[in-house]
């Protein structure tokens, strides 16, 4: 409103000075002394109008950049995105290609782990595949492209699966210790799967099993392939009951994590 005002003077500051250009000197010289300052403010007021356009404008073309700047942190993002998955991908069936090499009796089926399930009484997964798309049955062991055991198949939909992890009660595996190839018994524990863990029992007094220790499947009886990882001997202790030592095993699958994982379907049991 101000500047309105100022400009309305201004016009008729000047309207009056034209017309008074016929009259007398002294009416002119009064008018034009009288719209200097006017003059000087309407060229104040133009300055500032010009100042704000070029911010407005320069605002405009930051905002621009900006936008565009965003757009290709995003395009970036998506393509190394996309990069690391492949690369993922690339890793996994090359360490599958190695384990399969070593174990060319195994019959796979890969599957996703669209979901994990965990509570008091229990760890589970459930699989994208069941019976109606693959030849996942009851009892396969589920492991990792490196031939980490993740747990086993406990029923079977026409669409899905589901699963028990190692650290699951209901587990329970026969495995040899270390490169002494001790024996023993990997299962799920109800106190130690609170903490991600299993337990390792049936070790003598006389046992080689050392903390730090591979734990893998013994192949014995045909419920697991030979050779499937579980995990390491976390810590050994004196059987509570004074006979014996148990120990603690921590899983070397990433349980609650893991994805991407492999269904062993088949393969040539140790008797």
Known sequence: MAILLVAVVIASVAAV??????????????????????????????????????????????????????????????NYREYTETAEENARLHD?????????????????????????????????KGGGNSEIAVGDAVI????????????????????????DTTFSASVLIGEEGADGQASGDFTLMRSGRLKLGLLDDGSAALTGDTVVTNGLGGVFPEGLVIGTIESLAKSPAGIGMYGVIKPQAELGRATYVFVVTEFDANT
């Open 144 to 167: 990792t492209e490196t031939g980490v055991l993740v747990g086993r198949v406990t029923e079977v939909r026409a669409a899905e699966s589901t699963a028990v992890s190692v650290i």
């Open 96 to 128: 599958l290609l190695d384990f399969s090499a070593r174990h060319s009796d195994y019959k796979y089926e890969p599957a996703t782990i669209i979901a994990w399930g965990s509570s008091n009484w229990s760890s589970s997964f459930t699989l994208g």
């Open 17 to 78: 000075s034209a017309g008074a250009g016929s009259g007398s000197g002294f009416l002119t010289e009064w008018v034009s002394a009288a719209a200097k300052p006017l003059r000087s403010a309407a060229a104040a007021v133009a300055r500032t109008f010009e100042t704000i356009y070029g911010y407005m404008y320069e605002y405009e073309k930051i905002a621009a950049e900006n936008n565009a700047l965003k757009k290709q942190i995003a395009d970036f993002r998506q």
